[in-house]
Every structure is written in structure tokens, then in C-alpha cells.
């Protein structure tokens, strides 16, 4: 599979989805995957994934949504994953391999930049994988080219953080022990960069997409997939915004004791016979190719 170099309007994110954060993807792909499992099916289920689509799956990290959609789709149809992370890319081709699938391919490329075939995709899908253009408009109106018209495209990605206490109270929490870096604009990059539904509408709409539909979703996330508390605590350490703090930080060994204490004391109230549940608002967003 030939990888892209560092470089182009999405730069600084290909170096990062590269670099320490998409080795941690690798090694805590189940979890996530199992956490993200409901809204990526019912975001499958609104795009109109079906028997014999060709299907580009956009930000599509190991491929778990790839090879589902894979299954779905059938011998008839065919799925392209698209990412700009080599290293999470390398776990869904071999995944692929394994099982012997013909009918999907992965892709290491800017979705923003990339040269697409003619317009040739029936359905474009992707789970929590656009938010992190550096010019949405610019790339949706990349993406749209890869379809043929009146293909539909569905997505899912965050409301705003207020709004997700799964993240919202790990972060305060450890607010607390270790300062945020405030992101640039609210609209910057990032998981929570399509809060705004107005400004995504628009941004759509610029890109010359039709029948624009953007839902609100409430749903419960167990995080990391469920466990004990502790395995709940580690996960939150690791990943997210909490674990991209950490690594800036520098923490000292005792400063971490007390951030991790103190997770342990704010997720308990969330801890049950399934693991550490909290809310999750999300926009189910779907639309057409002109």
C-alpha cells in the first residue's frame, strides 16, 4: 500500500494520525470499535447502504466500518476505506486479508486532495472521520465528485462537547490537574469542529450537496466498550483529548496519581453492570450528489 508524505492543507493532521495517536488507535481498536458500533450502524442504515453499492467509507482509521459495510454490500458491490493514518490503515488490509474480501480495498490518502475516479460511488459513509479538514467546503466538494448524482452521503460526528458529558466530565476533570491547549477557533479541526449545524449545513450546501438533513442523536456511550471502572479510567487516560493533555503536559508521576484519583471519584457515579455509561448527543447528517 503506498503512503502519503506529511504535506498539503492537512499536513499537521496526516503527522499526527501517524505519529504516537494512531499507534494507540491500533492497540485499543476493539474498544473504540465496540464503543462506536450502534452509531456507526445507524448511520449505515440512513445512508442507504445496501446489496451491491459501491461504497467510499471516508476516515475509516483500522476499517472496522469498511469490512462491515463489506459484508453488507455483498460480492456485487465493492468498498473503498480512505485514511490519512498508514499505521491504522495496515489493521484493516490485513483484517481484509484474513477473511479473504475481495470487494474492499484500503486507501492511504487526503480525502480533501485526493484525485478520485470518475463518479463512480453510490453511497459515501463515514463515522466521526470528517471533522478534521482544514477546509471542509473544499473537501466535501472533493468528495461529492467521487459520486455519481444522486448518490447519497451519511455521516455521523460530535455536538458540541457541553453535550457529551462521555467527554465533557473526563476533561473537566482533569482540567483541574493539567491546562488545555484552547483550540484556535471553535472550528478548528477536531472532534467537535461540525457542533455548529447551521455552519455544517452551509458548509454543505457550499459544496454543492442537495436534500441536506442534519439529526439530532441522543444515545448512552459505554466508554472503552464496557469493563471496570479502572479499565474505563485507562482508556480515558490514553485517549481523547485527556490523553493528547497528558502527553503535552508532562505530568509528574504523582500529579498523574492525583488526575487519575480524581477520574476514578468523577466516572463512579457512571459505573454499572455494563461498564461506565454516560450521555452522547451526535448529528446524524445525510444528504445527495447533484
Keep these: 500500500m503506498t503512503t502519503i508524505t506529511a504535506s498539503g492543507p492537512n499536513a499537521g493532521q496526516i503527522e499526527y494520525w501517524n505519529d504516537e495517536v494512531g499507534h494507540k488507535w491500533v492497540q485499543l481498536q476493539e474498544v473504540l470499535d465496540k464503543q462506536l458500533q450502534e452509531l456507526g450502524s445507524e448511520t449505515m442504515k440512513r445512508a442507504g447502504i445496501a446489496q451491491g453499492d459501491k461504497v467510499l467509507d471516508v476516515g475509516c482509521g483500522c476499517g472496522h466500518t469498511t469490512l462491515e459495510i463489506a459484508r453488507r454490500i455483498g460480492n456485487e458491490g465493492s468498498v473503498l476505506g480512505i485514511d490519512i493514518s498508514a499505521t491504522m490503515l495496515e489493521v484493516g488490509r490485513r483484517e481484509s486479508e484474513r477473511r479473504g474480501l475481495n470487494n474492499a480495498a484500503f486507501l492511504n490518502a487526503d480525502a480533501q486532495t ?14 466521526f472521520g470528517v471533522m478534521f479538514f482544514a477546509d471542509p467546503a473544499a473537501a466535501f466538494a472533493n468528495l461529492r465528485k467521487a459520486l455519481r448524482p444522486g448518490a447519497t452521503m451519511g455521516f455521523v460526528c460530535w455536538q458540541a462537547l457541553n453535550k457529551n458529558p462521555w467527554m465533557a466530565v473526563p476533561v473537566m476533570t482533569a482540567a483541574q490537574h ?7 477557533s471553535p472550528h478548528a479541526p ?23 438533513e442534519i439529526s439530532d442523536h441522543a444515545s448512552t456511550l459505554t466508554i472503552g466498550g464496557g469493563g471496570t471502572l479502572s479499565q474505563a479510567v485507562e482508556f480515558m487516560i490514553q485517549m481523547g483529548p485527556v490523553g493528547q493533555a497528558l502527553r503535552n503536559g508532562k505530568l509528574t508521576e ?6 487519575t484519583a480524581d477520574l476514578h471519584e468523577a466516572l463512579a457515579p457512571y459505573h454499572g453492570d455494563d461498564g461506565v455509561s454516560l450521555d452522547a448527543a451526535s448529528w446524524m447528517v445525510t444528504a445527495t450528489s447533484n
Excluded: N, Y
Design 114 to 127: 485526493h484525485s478520485f475516479d470518475d463518479r463512480g460511488f453510490d453511497r459515501l459513509f463515514s463515522r
Design 178 to 184: 493539567i491546562q488545555f491547549d484552547p483550540p484556535a
Design 190 to 212: 477536531g472532534p467537535f469542529a461540525f457542533a455548529d449545524a447551521d455552519r455544517l449545513h452551509g458548509i454543505l450546501d457550499e459544496a454543492g450537496f442537495a436534500g441536506i
Design 254 to 259: 504523582e500529579q498523574t496519581s492525583a488526575l
